[in-house]
C-alpha cells in the first residue's frame, strides 16, 4: 500500500516479487562466488581476511554487528569483489526528461524514451579513474591508502547510483560479510587446479563454468 492507501496492481506485485528474487538471490549468489574465487586466487588476501576473522572471532563466537563492523579488511575485499565483478554489469535506464549531457562545447541531446545503457563492468576498470585497475587490490579501500579519484560516485556502481540505486545494498554488504566470515572461520579452501574461470557477462555476470573448491573443516582456529 503507497502513502495514499492504494494496494498494488497484480502487475506491480509480480515485478516487486521478480525484484525481491533476483536481487536476494540471483546477485547475492554472484558475489559470494566471485569473492571466492578471488579470495582463493590470491592466497595473501585469503590469509589476510582468515587472519582477521580470527582475532576478531577468537574462539569462534558468532559474529554480531560490532564484530562485523570491525572487519575493515573483509570489507575492503568485498567492495573490491564488486569493482571486478560487479552483479549488474550494465545499468539500463529509459530517459523521463530531456537532458543535455556531455562537457559544454560537445553536449549531446538525449530525448524523452531514450534508452540509456550504462557499462558498469567498463567503468570499474577504467585507468582514468582507478589506479591500476587491472590489479586486484583490497588496500585501495582502506583509509590508509586511498588510491582512487572517487570525487565522483558515479565510478563505482555495484548497486546503481543516485536516488535509484539499490535500497538494499548495505544489507548485501553485512549479509556478505556474515556468510564470508562463518565459513572462513570454520572451513579451509581450495581451488581446484586446471579450471577455466570465464565471466558470463549477460543480465548478470557470473561464472560460466561455475566455480570447483575442496572444502575441509578447520582442526582450530588460529588466534
Request: with cysteine; charged share 25%.
Amino acid at each position: 500500500v503507497n502513502q495514499d492507501g492504494v494496494g498494488f496492481t497484480d502487475r506491480e506485485l509480480q515485478q516487486e516479487a521478480a525484484s525481491f528474487l533476483f536481487a536476494g538471490h540471483e546477485a547475492g549468489s554472484n558475489l559470494m562466488t566471485w569473492c571466492f574465487y578471488v579470495l582463493l586466487k590470491y592466497p595473501d588476501v585469503y590469509r589476510d581476511c582468515q587472519d582477521e576473522v580470527d582475532r576478531l572471532l577468537e574462539g569462534s563466537i558468532v559474529p554480531d554487528f560490532d564484530k562485523l563492523n570491525k572487519m575493515n579488511i573483509l570489507d575492503a575485499v568485498l567492495h573490491e569483489t564488486l569493482r571486478f565483478y560487479p552483479p549488474l554489469p550494465t545499468i539500463r535506464r529509459e530517459c523521463i526528461i530531456e537532458n543535455y549531457i556531455g562537457p559544454p562545447d560537445r553536449q549531446i541531446r538525449v530525448p524523452i524514451g531514450t534508452s540509456i545503457s550504462i557499462d558498469v563492468y567498463g567503468v570499474h576498470r577504467s585507468a582514468e579513474y582507478w589506479h591500476n585497475p587491472l590489479d586486484f587490490d583490497y588496500k585501495r579501500w582502506l583509509g590508509f591508502e586511498k588510491k582512487n579519484n572517487l570525487s565522483s560516485s558515479y565510478i563505482y556502481l555495484p548497486f546503481s547510483g543516485g536516488r535509484r540505486n539499490c535500497i538494499g545494498q548495505p544489507f548485501a554488504i553485512l549479509e556478505a560479510k556474515i556468510i564470508t566470515a562463518m565459513l572462513l572461520q570454520r572451513f579451509e579452501f581450495e581451488l581446484i587446479p586446471e579450471q577455466t574461470i570465464i565471466p558470463d557477462i549477460k543480465l548478470t555476470m557470473k561464472s560460466k563454468n561455475g566455480l570447483l573448491a575442496r572444502v575441509k573443516i578447520r582442526k582450530q582456529n588460529r588466534v
